[in-house]
Each structure stands twice: as structure tokens, then as C-alpha cells.
């Protein structure tokens, strides 16, 4: 697909815009007084009561000293919210000691390899998320290339569990048995500029998922979003193993798993789910 001069200049220019957003008001956005400011508005839109769903918490730990930023997320539920995290073999008994004692906290050791999205799939495959009505998938993102990347990670945080009504209201989207995938729209890519070099593969994987006609792109960039696991069936009934994946190497675009990051929505339109924004627009 050949994008005309124009419009890669204006996807480029919407996307430097959104990290000028994203480092001024952004900034401010996860400062303290924002957000207890937030909390206090949220009053004034209550939901209509806590959603009645099986809620679990699901992360890659590469880096361990932002797991307890992904722990303390559920403290915003009530009740057993589980949460599993999976962590790279030579990082994965500090985290194993960091969480010891805490209830309902699992730790999965895995091969360094195909980043969060690998592992994510193992669990996946292993049913790991079958009781849940409703996933939150998350990772401890840093992107070291980028120079906004903690910023983008305290954002999508905040954005998909930040505040307790808010995502109470977040939530309300999977009562509805439709809604596969739940996502900030900030971080949802439709622009042709965002094939990058992952087009062909992404078409394949579509092809072997029997989606090929829903093989479009959208997708939430940095893969974190909240899911209904039957949503996104089409991805584990392909059994990718974690062999499937590239060797690390600090690639940033091209493999595998930035191919399956863009099939996340595409195996859900398949099986005739929607995906939604965070205030419950269909994207």
C-alpha cells in the first residue's frame, strides 16, 4: 500500500501533535492535584453501580520495580481481583520475593522474548483468563527510545484504572456481551502510517485467524487495554509458541509481536465483538 506524500505528512504532524499534548497537558494530567481533582468530579457521574463482573489483572514485569504500581490498581475493586504477572527467567525471582505474602498475586517466569505479547499469550493459551468476564492487560512500559515513555505509561494507567468511578463507568461497556476489547482512543491507530513494516505479516496472521476480511487497522498502540478473553479467541487458537517469536535484539518495529499487537482487534471484529473507547464509543 502506497500512502501519497500528503497524507504521511499529515499522519506525522497529527502524531507529533498528540506528543506535544502528551508532554504538556499530559504531564500535568498524572500530577497529584490532577488527580484528586479528577476523583472529586467523578462524584458528579456516578455509574450506576459497581459493574457485576469478574475483573482480573494481567501484566508483563520486565521491568520489576513498577509491579507494585500494577498491583496496587485493583485496590480500586472490592473483593478477590486477581492478578498475573509474568516476568522475564533472570528477573523473575526478585519479583517472585517482592510479592511474596501478598493474596492473589501469581507469578509466570518466561523466556525474554517476544516482550509483553508472548507471554500474555501463554496465559492465554493456558486459560489463564477463562472465569474472568473482563481482562486488564498491562505492561511495565518504559520505552527507553522514546523520550515520553514513562509519561505514556502513567497515562494509559491512569486512563484505563486510574479512578474508582471512572472506571466503574469504563466497565459498564462489558455489560453489554458484544464488547470484546475496551481502550483509550488517544492511543487507537487507524492511520496507514501505522503499518510501519507490519502490513504483510499482519495480513497474514489475519489469513490463518480466518479474518482476512476484517484484517483492517485500528489497534491500541503499546497493546494495554481492558478485554473479554472469548473476544480474542481467534489469537490463542492460532497456539503460538513463545519459539514463534524473535530472539530479542531491541527491535522497535517488524517482529512478530508488533505484528499480533495490530490482531488483537481484528480477531475480536471476527468473531463479532466490538471495540470501544473508554467512554463506550464503538471505534
Known amino acids: 500500500m502506497t500512502i501519497s506524500i500528503e497524507k504521511r505528512f499529515l499522519a506525522v504532524a497529527s502524531h507529533y501533535w498528540q506528543k506535544f499534548q502528551i508532554n504538556t497537558i499530559g504531564r500535568l494530567f498524572v500530577t497529584r492535584p490532577a488527580q484528586s481533582m479528577r476523583h472529586a468530579l467523578n462524584w458528579i457521574r456516578l455509574p450506576s453501580g459497581i459493574p457485576n463482573l469478574r475483573i482480573a489483572i494481567t501484566a508483563h514485569v520486565y521491568y520489576v520495580e513498577l509491579a507494585l504500581d500494577i498491583i496496587r490498581l485493583r485496590n480500586l475493586f472490592d473483593g478477590f481481583v486477581p492478578v498475573f504477572l509474568t516476568a522475564p527467567l533472570d528477573r523473575s525471582d526478585q519479583l517472585i520475593d ?40 498491562l505492561h511495565t512500559k518504559r520505552s527507553p527510545h522514546l523520550i515520553d515513555g514513562n509519561l505514556r505509561r502513567k497515562l494509559l494507567f491512569t486512563m484505563l484504572c486510574g479512578e474508582r468511578f471512572a472506571t466503574y463507568r469504563l466497565l459498564e461497556s462489558f455489560k453489554d456481551p458484544a464488547t470484546g476489547l475496551v481502550g483509550w482512543e488517544k492511543t487507537y491507530r487507524t492511520d496507514p502510517w501505522f503499518w510501519m513494516a507490519n502490513r504483510d505479516r499482519v495480513l497474514d496472521v489475519a489469513e490463518r485467524m480466518n479474518a482476512g476480511r476484517y484484517a483492517k487497522l485500528g489497534f491500541f498502540e503499546g497493546s494495554m487495554f481492558w478485554f473479554r478473553p472469548k473476544a480474542i479467541d481467534a489469537v490463542r487458537d492460532l497456539r503460538l509458541s513463545s519459539e514463534a517469536f524473535e530472539a530479542e535484539a531491541g527491535q522497535l518495529d517488524g517482529t512478530l509481536h508488533h505484528a499480533i499487537e495490530r490482531c488483537f482487534t481484528i480477531a475480536a471484529w471476527a468473531r463479532g465483538y466490538t471495540v470501544r473507547d473508554i467512554s463506550g464509543r464503538i471505534l
Open 98 to 137: 517482592l510479592v511474596r505474602g501478598m493474596p492473589n498475586v501469581f507469578v509466570f517466569p518466561c523466556e525474554n522474548r517476544g516482550r509483553d505479547i508472548a507471554p500474555f499469550l501463554n496465559l492465554l493459551g493456558a486459560g489463564t483468563f477463562d472465569a474472568f468476564d473482563a481482562v486488564l492487560k
